[in-house]
Protein backbone atom coordinates (compact mmCIF):
# COMPACT_ATOMS: atom_id res chain seq x y z
CA UNK A 1 0.00 0.00 0.00
CA UNK A 2 1.74 3.68 -0.86
CA UNK A 3 2.64 5.56 2.21
CA UNK A 4 3.69 8.97 2.87
CA UNK A 5 7.16 9.05 3.47
CA UNK A 6 8.70 11.75 5.91
CA UNK A 7 12.33 12.58 6.98
CA UNK A 8 14.09 12.93 8.71
CA UNK A 9 12.50 10.73 11.72
CA UNK A 10 14.10 13.03 14.19
CA UNK A 11 15.39 16.55 13.69
CA UNK A 12 17.68 18.63 16.50
CA UNK A 13 18.25 21.87 15.96
CA UNK A 14 19.28 25.15 18.11
CA UNK A 15 16.74 27.76 18.76
CA UNK A 16 17.09 30.75 15.85
CA UNK A 17 18.32 28.13 12.96
CA UNK A 18 16.29 27.20 10.13
CA UNK A 19 14.82 23.94 9.64
CA UNK A 20 13.49 22.09 6.63
CA UNK A 21 11.10 19.36 7.43
CA UNK A 22 10.54 16.95 3.81
CA UNK A 23 7.77 14.54 3.20
CA UNK A 24 6.90 12.73 0.10
CA UNK A 25 3.01 12.15 -0.23
CA UNK A 26 1.26 9.47 -1.88
CA UNK A 27 1.97 9.91 -5.41
CA UNK A 28 -1.80 10.74 -6.76
CA UNK A 29 -2.80 13.03 -3.92
CA UNK A 30 -3.47 16.26 -4.97
CA UNK A 31 -4.32 17.75 -1.41
CA UNK A 32 -1.63 18.27 0.97
CA UNK A 33 -1.31 18.90 5.08
CA UNK A 34 0.72 19.43 7.93
CA UNK A 35 -0.19 19.09 11.42
CA UNK A 36 1.64 18.91 15.07
CA UNK A 37 1.61 17.56 17.78
CA UNK A 38 3.44 19.34 20.86
CA UNK A 39 4.01 16.45 23.78
CA UNK A 40 0.69 16.19 26.03
CA UNK A 41 -1.11 18.21 23.60
CA UNK A 42 -3.34 17.78 21.06
CA UNK A 43 -2.66 16.58 17.38
CA UNK A 44 -3.20 20.37 15.41
CA UNK A 45 -4.06 21.46 12.09
CA UNK A 46 -1.04 23.78 10.62
CA UNK A 47 -2.02 24.06 6.81
CA UNK A 48 -3.28 22.70 3.68
CA UNK A 49 -1.89 23.01 0.39
CA UNK A 50 -3.55 22.09 -3.45
CA UNK A 51 -2.48 23.41 -6.49
CA UNK A 52 0.55 24.81 -5.63
CA UNK A 53 -0.89 27.22 -3.05
CA UNK A 54 -1.93 27.30 0.32
CA UNK A 55 -5.28 26.54 0.77
CA UNK A 56 -6.17 27.24 4.63
CA UNK A 57 -3.92 27.63 7.50
CA UNK A 58 -4.17 28.15 11.08
CA UNK A 59 -3.19 30.94 13.25
CA UNK A 60 -0.40 29.17 14.25
CA UNK A 61 1.17 28.79 10.85
CA UNK A 62 2.84 32.66 11.59
CA UNK A 63 5.55 34.50 9.22
CA UNK A 64 8.02 32.09 10.55
CA UNK A 65 6.34 28.97 8.82
CA UNK A 66 6.25 28.60 4.78
CA UNK A 67 5.53 24.89 2.96
CA UNK A 68 6.82 24.51 -1.04
CA UNK A 69 6.06 21.73 -3.01
CA UNK A 70 9.64 21.90 -5.15
CA UNK A 71 8.88 19.40 -7.83
CA UNK A 72 6.49 16.50 -8.33
CA UNK A 73 7.16 14.83 -5.58
CA UNK A 74 8.20 16.55 -1.99
CA UNK A 75 6.25 18.56 -0.06
CA UNK A 76 8.74 20.51 2.15
CA UNK A 77 7.89 22.96 6.35
CA UNK A 78 10.27 25.55 6.64
CA UNK A 79 10.40 27.17 9.94
CA UNK A 80 12.70 30.28 9.19
CA UNK A 81 14.15 30.92 12.67
CA UNK A 82 13.02 28.09 15.71
CA UNK A 83 11.81 28.96 18.96
CA UNK A 84 11.91 26.38 21.80
CA UNK A 85 7.99 25.82 21.78
CA UNK A 86 8.44 24.39 18.40
CA UNK A 87 9.77 21.70 19.16
CA UNK A 88 7.06 19.36 18.79
CA UNK A 89 6.24 15.97 16.42
CA UNK A 90 5.08 17.32 12.59
CA UNK A 91 2.65 15.17 10.78
CA UNK A 92 2.63 15.09 6.93
CA UNK A 93 -0.35 14.20 5.40
CA UNK A 94 -2.19 13.53 1.72
CA UNK A 95 -4.93 12.82 0.02
CA UNK A 96 -6.98 12.39 -2.85
CA UNK A 97 -10.21 13.69 -4.05
CA UNK A 98 -13.22 12.47 -1.63
CA UNK A 99 -10.36 10.31 0.11
CA UNK A 100 -9.83 10.96 3.67
CA UNK A 101 -5.97 11.52 4.74
CA UNK A 102 -3.24 9.41 5.01
CA UNK A 103 -0.05 10.31 7.37
CA UNK A 104 3.27 9.57 7.77
CA UNK A 105 4.97 8.53 10.65
CA UNK A 106 5.93 12.35 11.92
CA UNK A 107 9.05 14.19 12.32
CA UNK A 108 10.22 14.66 16.02
CA UNK A 109 11.78 18.28 16.21
CA UNK A 110 13.51 19.22 18.88
CA UNK A 111 14.84 22.68 19.48
CA UNK A 112 17.34 23.31 21.82
CA UNK B 1 -15.57 26.32 17.21
CA UNK B 2 -15.57 23.10 16.47
CA UNK B 3 -14.15 20.31 19.21
CA UNK B 4 -13.91 16.71 20.33
CA UNK B 5 -13.43 15.48 23.83
CA UNK B 6 -12.80 11.53 24.38
CA UNK B 7 -12.07 9.65 27.76
CA UNK B 8 -8.78 9.81 29.58
CA UNK B 9 -6.24 6.85 29.33
CA UNK B 10 -4.90 4.95 29.64
CA UNK B 11 -7.39 2.32 29.45
CA UNK B 12 -5.66 -1.19 30.27
CA UNK B 13 -7.46 -4.36 30.42
CA UNK B 14 -6.95 -7.78 29.25
CA UNK B 15 -6.97 -9.66 26.22
CA UNK B 16 -10.53 -10.68 24.76
CA UNK B 17 -12.11 -8.08 26.90
CA UNK B 18 -14.57 -5.48 25.50
CA UNK B 19 -13.37 -2.00 24.56
CA UNK B 20 -15.25 1.34 24.70
CA UNK B 21 -14.02 4.38 24.03
CA UNK B 22 -15.72 7.79 24.43
CA UNK B 23 -16.11 10.50 21.98
CA UNK B 24 -17.99 13.43 21.94
CA UNK B 25 -17.98 16.41 19.57
CA UNK B 26 -19.15 19.93 19.38
CA UNK B 27 -19.64 21.34 15.86
CA UNK B 28 -21.83 23.49 13.62
CA UNK B 29 -23.66 21.90 10.67
CA UNK B 30 -22.90 18.18 9.97
CA UNK B 31 -19.25 16.88 10.30
CA UNK B 32 -17.90 13.76 9.12
CA UNK B 33 -16.19 11.82 11.87
CA UNK B 34 -13.31 9.66 11.81
CA UNK B 35 -11.01 7.29 14.19
CA UNK B 36 -7.39 7.19 13.94
CA UNK B 37 -5.09 4.45 15.70
CA UNK B 38 -1.60 5.05 16.18
CA UNK B 39 0.79 2.38 16.75
CA UNK B 40 3.68 2.75 18.59
CA UNK B 41 6.79 4.21 16.84
CA UNK B 42 3.98 5.11 13.90
CA UNK B 43 1.80 7.91 12.12
CA UNK B 44 -1.93 8.21 12.00
CA UNK B 45 -3.82 5.63 10.44
CA UNK B 46 -7.44 6.36 9.47
CA UNK B 47 -9.56 3.57 11.44
CA UNK B 48 -12.70 3.78 10.47
CA UNK B 49 -15.08 6.84 9.50
CA UNK B 50 -18.96 8.28 9.67
CA UNK B 51 -20.02 10.97 7.13
CA UNK B 52 -24.09 11.53 8.33
CA UNK B 53 -25.91 10.20 11.36
CA UNK B 54 -26.98 7.07 11.82
CA UNK B 55 -23.93 5.72 10.09
CA UNK B 56 -21.54 2.91 11.23
CA UNK B 57 -17.90 2.63 10.53
CA UNK B 58 -16.30 -0.49 10.87
CA UNK B 59 -12.61 -2.26 10.32
CA UNK B 60 -11.17 -4.22 12.22
CA UNK B 61 -13.46 -5.33 14.30
CA UNK B 62 -14.12 -1.87 15.85
CA UNK B 63 -17.47 -0.08 15.27
CA UNK B 64 -18.11 3.20 16.17
CA UNK B 65 -21.90 5.14 15.04
CA UNK B 66 -22.47 8.45 14.26
CA UNK B 67 -25.18 9.66 17.03
CA UNK B 68 -26.68 13.24 16.27
CA UNK B 69 -29.10 13.39 18.94
CA UNK B 70 -26.18 13.09 21.23
CA UNK B 71 -23.25 13.88 19.42
CA UNK B 72 -20.90 10.61 20.15
CA UNK B 73 -19.12 8.63 17.91
CA UNK B 74 -18.00 6.34 20.52
CA UNK B 75 -15.44 3.69 19.41
CA UNK B 76 -16.00 -0.74 20.42
CA UNK B 77 -14.37 -3.59 19.79
CA UNK B 78 -15.59 -6.77 21.42
CA UNK B 79 -12.50 -9.02 21.93
CA UNK B 80 -8.99 -7.01 21.94
CA UNK B 81 -6.03 -8.43 21.58
CA UNK B 82 -2.39 -7.39 22.23
CA UNK B 83 -1.70 -5.72 19.38
CA UNK B 84 -4.81 -3.77 19.61
CA UNK B 85 -2.59 -1.72 22.09
CA UNK B 86 -2.01 2.11 20.74
CA UNK B 87 -3.25 5.46 21.04
CA UNK B 88 -6.87 5.88 19.31
CA UNK B 89 -7.78 9.55 18.29
CA UNK B 90 -11.14 10.89 17.83
CA UNK B 91 -12.01 13.49 15.22
CA UNK B 92 -14.28 15.27 13.28
CA UNK B 93 -14.01 17.60 9.72
CA UNK B 94 -16.18 19.87 7.94
CA UNK B 95 -18.63 17.57 5.50
CA UNK B 96 -16.77 19.22 2.34
CA UNK B 97 -13.16 19.49 3.51
CA UNK B 98 -12.13 16.14 4.88
CA UNK B 99 -8.27 17.13 4.97
CA UNK B 100 -8.44 19.61 8.27
CA UNK B 101 -9.20 17.29 11.18
CA UNK B 102 -10.46 18.51 14.12
CA UNK B 103 -8.72 15.95 16.93
CA UNK B 104 -9.23 14.47 20.05
CA UNK B 105 -6.73 14.59 23.23
CA UNK B 106 -6.19 10.64 21.86
CA UNK B 107 -6.87 7.52 24.58
CA UNK B 108 -3.93 4.69 25.06
CA UNK B 109 -4.83 1.55 25.08
CA UNK B 110 -2.85 -1.35 27.28
CA UNK B 111 -3.93 -4.84 26.59
CA UNK B 112 -2.43 -7.27 28.49
CA UNK B 113 -1.82 -11.48 27.65
Known amino acids: EPEVTQTPSHQVTQMGQEVILRCVPI?????FYWYRQILGQKVEFLVS????????KSEIFDDQFSVERPDGSNFTLKIRSTKLEDSAMYFC??????????FGNGTRLTVT | GNSVTQMEGPVTLSEEAFLTINCTYT??????LFWYVQYPGEGLQLLLK?????DKGSNKGFEATYRKETTSFHLEKGSVQVSDSAVYFCALSRTDSWGKLQFGAGTQVVVTP
Open chain 1, 93 to 102: ASRGDNSPLH
Open chain 1, 27 to 31: SNHLY
Open chain 2, 50 to 54: ATKAD
Open chain 2, 27 to 32: ATGYPS
Open chain 1, 49 to 56: FYNNEISE
